[in-house]
């Protein structure tokens, strides 16, 4: 027993006038799922005010796979936002840049947008159905990858639509442009879709449960992006510009004028 004694006094109490200690905390959960970060957190903020009066200027060091991990997250989503923000405006200055429509180069980053929401909630319920009681929430990597890929990948296919219906448009007049743009480019978009979603899914064969979860979710956006985005809801604001029925918003998009009456309703 003393050799037991003399052995913890070692690990745990520092040999320099023994004023440093350590203290072993073992989460009950993953240390790398969202409970745990958050108990760590937790007990981290409130840790000095527990503590007697004579140790309170104590200074506390944590160290260990929680906390390291609740640090990058907290690191990522500092960066998350300036990634985000960054390529958002870079997006929208390149559309504005092709386009010249601030107004379509609005709505098209609004569907992208809408496109990240929608997988994120869709992939958030997938996984919650598979085990209500043991999911803590998509791995924290999940947004900000999915954010940056659906971006890239939703804004190439918008600018390879909208130059097509601009090409289309000055032979086939505002509204059947569209619809020509349409046809002619829907196989295509249709066809590297789901090459992308295929090959995006391949992420979910492995064993780890944060790529599951991102492999779904990019499969998921690239097929909304695919299937839902690029042949309705673009074609569909289009129409409704070329067709002055969204009032001052189709003529700041260039139509209602002598040159641009559409030639079918």
């Known amino acids: 027993r003393q050799a037991q004694k003399l052995h913890a006094r070692q690990y745990f109490v520092s040999p320099s006038n023994h004023s ?9 959960n993953d240390p790398f799922a969202r409970s745990s970060i958050s108990e760590y957190r937790m ?13 309170r200027e104590s200074r506390i ?8 991990i609740s640090d990058l997250k907290a690191v990522t989503d500092g960066d998350q936002v300036r990634i985000d923000a960054y390529v958002m405006l870079g997006v929208y200055v390149i559309l504005w840049m092709l ?6 180069c609005a709505y098209l980053m609004f569907t992208v947008l809408y496109s990240y ?24 990597k ?32 505002p509204v059947k442009g569209i619809t020509v743009a349409l046809e002619r480019t829907g196989s295509i978009i249709s ?8 090959t995006f899914s391949s992420l979910m064969a492995g064993s780890l449960v944060g790529m599951d979860q991102l492999g779904l979710a990019l499969a998921t956006g690239v097929v909304l992006d695919t299937f839902v985005i690029r042949p309705i809801m673009v074609p569909a604001f289009m129409v409704l510009l070329a067709t002055m029925r969204l009032g001052i ?3 700041l998009a260039g139509y209602g004028k002598k040159d641009s009456v559409p030639h079918a309703a």
């Open 191 to 198: 066809s590297c879709g789901v090459i992308m979603a295929g």
């Open 20 to 28: 440093i200690t350590r203290v072993n905390l073992i989460p009950k």
């Open 99 to 104: 386009l010249k429509r601030p107004g379509i």
């Open 43 to 55: 007990l981290r903020d409130r840790i000095r005010s527990e503590l007697p009066d004579g140790l």
């Open 249 to 251: 918003l189709s003529r």
């Open 117 to 140: 929401f929608a997988t994120l909630g869709f992939t958030y319920a997938v996984f919650w159905a598979m085990d209500p009681e043991g999911f803590t929430g998509l791995d924290w």
């Open 61 to 68: 060091w944590f160290v260990g796979n929680t906390a390291e």
């Open 142 to 173: 999940v947004p900000m990858f999915l954010f940056t890929i659906l971006i890239a990948v939703g804004e190439d296919y918008n600018i390879f639509l909208m130059a097509r219906i601009e090409e289309e448009q000055k032979i086939h007049g």
